[in-house]
């Protein structure tokens, strides 16, 4: 079951391998938060956000559970100590330095046979064997020469024992309980990809394949039962859609049995 972390009011998932699960397996898209900035781009990276419905869906469903290190997230307080960090650190920079040293020597691997006949047309005495040109020209590495951007792949300061159950809220009201029926509809009964509609003046986006592969079919907008859609908005939201070639739907639950329905518009313009 995949770990969903609640921290300030947000729904985080922190390892790689959960989120290619939640992408791959449960067309579950939410947004990454995490970015590092180098001279050139910036770079999407951990943690990973659900939206509240997400969170919700996964919590019913038994594919997520949410949890909580009130311990190691108090206000004001770090993470890890000092003496932690420059720990990790160092090691990390071992590390690079370790991998940035073999493909040096696959470079050197590729070149030596020129270094080497390079030295015997200067004539200078003996000339060493190839293993020990490499490990030479790799002896007088002692530093990076660059710096790297490291991305964690998980959470690096919060281990298992850390986490305690954390009771996630149900959908409360006829809105979010509305929101929640319609992104079970149509991600389980209809297998869309669903992310969120506010750029289009609604509550979802519909995809009929991987939004990084398909456009979106559907907006949906969940009306409230004490705020009906006006004619003029509507209208307004019609337009919208058929300027960007999507079809309106309008979400309601029935009055009578509370069962989900759709009012599908399309205003000749």
């Given amino acids: 079951m995949i770990d969903i972390v609640v921290s300030n009011g947000g ?4 390892s790689s391998d959960d989120w290619y699960k939640l992408r791959m397996d449960h067309r579950i898209i939410g947004s990454f938060e995490g ?4 001279n050139e781009s910036i770079h999407i990276r951990l943690p990973f956000r659900l939206t509240p419905v997400e969170t919700q869906f996964l919590v019913k469903h038994k594919i997520g559970r949410t949890v909580e290190a009130p311990q190691k997230m108090r206000a004001c307080q770090p993470l890890v100590s000092y003496e932690v960090y420059r720990s990790l650190r160092k090691e990390r920079i071992s590390n ?7 493909r040096k020597r696959e470079s050197l ?3 030596v046979d020129k270094i080497i006949e390079g030295k015997r047309k200067k004539g200078r005495g003996i000339i060493p064997d190839r293993d020990a040109i490499i490990q030479n020209e790799l002896a007088k590495i002692i530093s990076l020469p660059f710096e790297l951007i490291q991305q ?4 690096p300061w919060l281990k298992k024992d850390d986490y305690v159950p954390f009771d996630y809220a149900p959908p409360s009201t006829y809105l979010e309980k509305l929101k929640f029926l319609v992104f079970e509809d149509f991600h389980t009964n209809r297998k869309y990809f669903l992310t969120s509609g506010i750029k289009f003046g609604g509550h979802f986006l519909a ?5 990084s592969k398909y456009h979106a079919e559907y907006i949906i907008f969940c009306e409230e039962r004490d705020r009906k859609v006006t004619e003029l908005f509507q209208k307004a ?6 300027g960007v070639k999507k079809t309106l739907l309008i979400a309601s639950l029935s009055e009578e049995r509370n069962q989900l ?9």
């Fill in 152 to 155: 964690d792949y998980k959470e």
């Fill in 109 to 111: 691997e590729s070149m």
């Fill in 237 to 242: 939201l019609d337009r919208l859609a058929h």
């Fill in 261 to 269: 329905k759709y009012r599908k518009t399309r205003t000749n313009f």
């Fill in 96 to 102: 690079q330095m370790e991998a940035y040293k073999m």
């Fill in 11 to 14: 729904s985080f998932v922190w």
């Fill in 207 to 211: 995809y009929p394949g991987d939004p």
């Fill in 35 to 38: 970015a590092v900035a180098d």
